[in-house]
C-alpha cells in the first residue's frame, strides 16, 4: 500500500495514485512552489535592502563610505540591478537608482555611492 507523502495515511484507490485527497495534492503542489519561488523572494529582499542602504547613507548623491559599515547593515554588493561602466574603465554597480563603486584607499576597503544620471544612459 502507498502512503501519501502530505500527511502520511494510506491511499486507497488506484495503485498510481500519489496522494489520498484534493487537499493533500493541493497542498504539496503549494509547498512546491513556494520552494521555487523563494529564490526570486530572498533575491527580491535583497535588492531592496541594498537600495534602502545606498539611499540612506547618500542624501548628497556622491559619498565615499568604509565598505565594513555597509556591510554591517546587511549590504551585499554582490546583488545589484545593473551597471554603468565610465571611460576610466571603472565599473558602478547599481540597485535601481542607486550605485556604489568598489575603491581602495590608504589600504582601506571603500564604497563611491552616487545616484544614476541623465548622461549614464547613453
Not at 62 to 74: N, P, V, Y
Request: aromatic share 16%; net charge positive; charged share 30%.
Amino acid at each position: 500500500m502507498n502512503v501519501c507523502p502530505t500527511c502520511g495515511e494510506t491511499i486507497k484507490g488506484r495503485k498510481d495514485k500519489i496522494y489520498c485527497s484534493p487537499t493533500c495534492r493541493s497542498a504539496a503542489q503549494y509547498a512546491n512552489r513556494l520552494l521555487k519561488e523563494t529564490f526570486y523572494l530572498q533575491v527580491d529582499k535583497q535588492l531592496k535592502t541594498n537600495r534602502k542602504i545606498l539611499k540612506h547613507y547618500n542624501k548628497s548623491g556622491f559619498t565615499t563610505l568604509r565598505k565594513e559599515k555597509l556591510l554591517e547593515d546587511g549590504f551585499n554588493p554582490k546583488f545589484f540591478t545593473h551597471y554603468w561602466k565610465n571611460q576610466n574603465g571603472q565599473v558602478y554597480l547599481f540597485c535601481y537608482e542607486y550605485g556604489f563603486l568598489s575603491l581602495k584607499e590608504k589600504g582601506k576597503e571603500k564604497y563611491l555611492l552616487v545616484t544614476w544620471q541623465e548622461y549614464m544612459q547613453k
